[in-house]
């Protein structure tokens, strides 16, 4: 109740403040909140709207599953062995830091403009999000852990399924809450190439024929989808994290 009754509040100073916003800026620039909501719910009744949505929700669930089965298993393997570690290291530390969203057009010309190669684009960018919080989790298990396990005459594979998952599950699921936000971000990009569906065309669409409402409906459902991911990632860091729990 104390988290509804929160985002109630939110909503209503977002409201307001947008509200102000539009009366300041004027409905050419930004339009009201009435306005959008009407449009909103306009849109809603058109099929045209929801294929949209589809695809652009085809797009981050699979580039997100992706991520996951990839990129957190390489990051608990890392973790665990020193050996890996060393020899990978070099190799992140050096494609790390490189913007991926510059890479766009080559992964564009290698998986072309359809739903691969726009997936791929997000792929690349979510897998470092995702492996080096997952390595670090389990580089940071202590050896008392890991050694107590042991002396009980516990295995490697028991070490990783009763030590090192449990105790890198929460580091996952705040990566894949920061992911949620990133992956809505660049996909507004990936969406303005040779893209006839998805929600990135659906606002350069209303953009070019200067339909201001539809612009903000297209902002405000890419942000209502951030935030329904970063929710449905806490709801699941507090099921299977019921030990983590204050």
């Known amino acids: 109740m104390k988290s509804v009754s929160g985002y109630v509040w939110a909503i209503l100073i977002l409201l307001i403040a947008w509200q102000v916003g539009a009366w300041w800026a004027g409905e050419a620039i930004l339009a009201s909140p009435s306005t959008v909501i009407v449009k909103l719910f306009s849109e809603a ?9 589809g ?5 981050i669930f699979a580039a997100l599953l992706i991520s996951f089965v990839t990129a957190v298993p390489v990051g608990l393997a890392l973790g665990s062995s020193r050996r890996a570690d060393r020899f990978a290291r070099p190799l ?3 494609t790390y830091p490189v913007p991926k969203i510059v890479l766009l057009p080559i992964v564009l010309l290698i998986f072309g403009i359809g ?13 470092f999000q995702l492996l080096i919080t997952t390595r ?21 594979l028991q070490l990783f399924r009763h030590v090192i998952w449990p105790s890198c599950l929460p580091a996952v699921f705040t990566a894949l809450r920061i ?34 409402p539809q612009i903000y409906v297209g902002i405000v459902v890419l942000a209502l989808v951030g935030v329904l991911l970063y929710e449905t990632f806490d709801v699941l860091e507090r099921l299977f994290c019921r030990w983590n729990q204050l």
């Open 136 to 156: 670090d989790a389990a580089r940071a298990v202590s050896r008392a852990a890991r050694y107590s396990l042991y002396s009980l005459g516990g295995t490697r």
């Open 179 to 212: 992911a949620s936000g990133t992956v809505v971000a660049v996909l507004f990009f990936v969406e303005s190439i040779g893209t006839r569906y998805g929600m990135g065309s659906y606002i350069l669409d209303a953009w070019g024929r200067s339909d201001i």
């Open 92 to 94: 992140i530390y050096l």
């Open 115 to 127: 739903d691969a190669g726009k997936i791929a684009m997000l792929w690349i960018i979510l897998f």
């Open 55 to 59: 695809a652009s929700s085809f797009r």
């Open 45 to 53: 009744h058109t099929g045209r709207f929801w294929r949209h949505l």
